[in-house]
């Protein structure tokens, strides 16, 4: 077995921390889109904050995930990690149809991953456009929409020249629940290293183990 280095402790970090972050928006977020969970928390004995409470909570854990998105946007351009592993490169194209069909079929008949992490390149094509995705189109959106729903009379005439709250409210929830899928997606993908948990490791010590001969399923 070999040791590739692939996240730095600041990365590390920040990974938890934000973890934690989403964590308490979706279940806030749930529970400000659902009412009735009150209702069946206290009907089995769960305690849940009162909804007003449940409001100031996602207020302001949202704007640790704005602040937490603003250091993670900073650092990788700032330290070189998004030209080196989030920028498509033309190499990325011809391993794209493969990567594609591992995930697809490859993985569930024991095939080899054609793609192997490196401390230059840890993302294969197809995390490059899903973490692009999440992390420059998804998350902005989530962390924009909910800046002008903290206070709607403050920012009243960008959300009018925006389109409305309705049409922010849908925007703000589309973004969630595209990045709730994304999250499930991501930790089944967490379950993919050469053991269960080697990934989870990875983002806990830094370095991940991988077979001298041939790559691991990532």
């Known amino acids: 077995m070999k040791k590739i280095f ?21 279940i806030t977020g749930i529970q400000l889109r659902m009412p009735g969970v009150e209702e069946f928390a206290r009907n089995m004995a769960i305690w849940i904050p009162e ?43 011809p391993i794209l149809g493969k990567q594609a069909l591992y995930y697809l079929v490859g993985v569930f008949q024991g095939s080899e991953n054609p793609f192997a992490p490196t401390e230059k ?35 009243r005439d960008v959300i009018d020249w925006l ?4 049409l922010l409210d849908a925007l703000h929830v589309l973004a969630s629940y595209l990045f709730l899928l994304n999250l499930i997606v991501h930790l089944y993908m967490c379950t993919m290293g050469h053991h269960i948990f080697d990934h989870v490791k990875a983002m806990i010590v830094g370095f991940e183990e991988m077979p001298e001969e041939s790559p691991s399923k990532h």
């Open 6 to 26: 692939l996240h730095t402790l600041t990365i590390r970090i920040w990974h938890w921390i934000n973890a934690l972050i989403v964590i308490v928006l979706m």
């Open 51 to 93: 909804y007003s409470m449940t409001v100031l909570i996602h207020k302001y854990i949202g704007y640790a995930m704005t602040l937490s998105f603003i250091f993670w946007l900073v650092y990788i351009l700032v330290s070189g990690s998004f030209r080196t592993h989030y920028f498509p490169r033309p190499a990325d194209i």
């Open 121 to 155: 390149g840890k993302f294969n094509p197809l995390q490059k456009i899903a973490y692009g995705s999440v992390m420059l189109v998804i998350t902005p959106l989530i962390v924009v929409t909910g800046i002008l729903f903290s206070d709607i009379f403050f920012f």
């Open 163 to 166: 389109g409305g709250v309705r």
